[in-house]
């Protein structure tokens, strides 16, 4: 498989889960990271850190990718250390799950907000970075977009939309050269799922269950195809929906 050697890439919300398993993994493989967080900056530092340690660059940028004045700052900031982009990988996503008759109109837009506005905001930011040669952007979508579990209403739409948005601008984008992807992980351990108390949980067990290789993924697991995503050995790709899940459809 080729290298990053060379490229530069923001990962957003890359201070742990499968954000920080995709920066970690970009930095072996030899391109500069930028760690994005929203608020947990010890964590970002803390990737950073390792990244560099292992002869890698890479620094922690806080912005909230909901808002665009942020965004902007990121952008700005990933240039003025690294001096151009060449990957962007769309990670930061926040989820409850709750029956729909408690849905309120406050998490509807939170999660809209985070996980389609600030994708599209990231994106279109992007474009003003991207070199001639194009560039490529691989969107962190879900299983849970073509199988939601119950009470994921709206996080699946986020990760639907997520996955109309991945074909759309594939189409839309690849006359200049950019490549647009999309992962869907199935249940992944993080610090995400241990925060929503599904690790060790019924819930876990049977998302198990349903994995046909008997086990949750890991953070590793989904970053391995980021690599390959941002490769050239996958050039020849766009518009793709890639199920990173064990089997689990």
């Known amino acids: 498989m080729s290298g990053l050697t060379g490229k530069v890439t923001i990962v957003t919300g ?9 920066a970690k993994a970009f930095g072996s493989a030899g391109a500069s990271v930028v760690v994005n967080y929203a608020a947990d900056r010890h964590s970002a530092d803390r990737v950073v850190a390792e990244i560099v340690s292992k002869g890698g660059e890479a620094i922690s940028v806080q912005a909230d990718v909901s808002k665009g004045a942020d965004v902007n700052r990121l952008f700005i900031e990933t240039k003025r250390s690294f001096r151009k982009l060449d990957v962007l990988v769309n ?3 926040v ?3 709750e029956p729909v008759d408690a ?19 990231t994106i279109q930011e992007a474009l003003k970075y991207f070199g001639p040669g194009g560039g490529n952007v691989i969107n962190v979508s879900s299983i849970a977009s073509t199988n939601p579990t119950p009470n994921s209403a709206v996080y699946a739409a986020t990760k639907g939309a997520i996955d109309s948005l991945t074909l759309e601008l594939s189409r839309e984008l690849g006359v200049h050269g950019i490549r647009v992807n999309a992962i869907a992980p199935g249940g992944t351990a993080s610090e ?19 994995t046909p290789l008997g086990r949750l993924g890991t953070p590793e697991d989904i970053a391995r195809v980021a ?7 996958a050039s020849w790709l766009t518009g793709e929906r890639i199920s990173a899940s064990g089997g689990w459809r």
Do not use: C, P, W
Request: proline share 0%; charged share 20%.
């Open 14 to 22: 890359a201070s742990k889960g499968i954000g920080a398993g995709i």
């Open 91 to 93: 990670n930061a996503g």
């Open 95 to 97: 989820y409850r799950f």
């Open 103 to 121: 849905v309120t109109e406050s998490e509807f837009h939170r999660e809209f907000n985070t996980n389609v506005l600030g994708a599209l905001l």
């Open 192 to 210: 995400g799922l241990a925060m929503a108390g599904i690790l060790g949980s019924e819930l876990e067990k049977q998302v198990i269950d349903l």
């Open 227 to 233: 690599v390959f995503l941002a490769s050239d050995d």
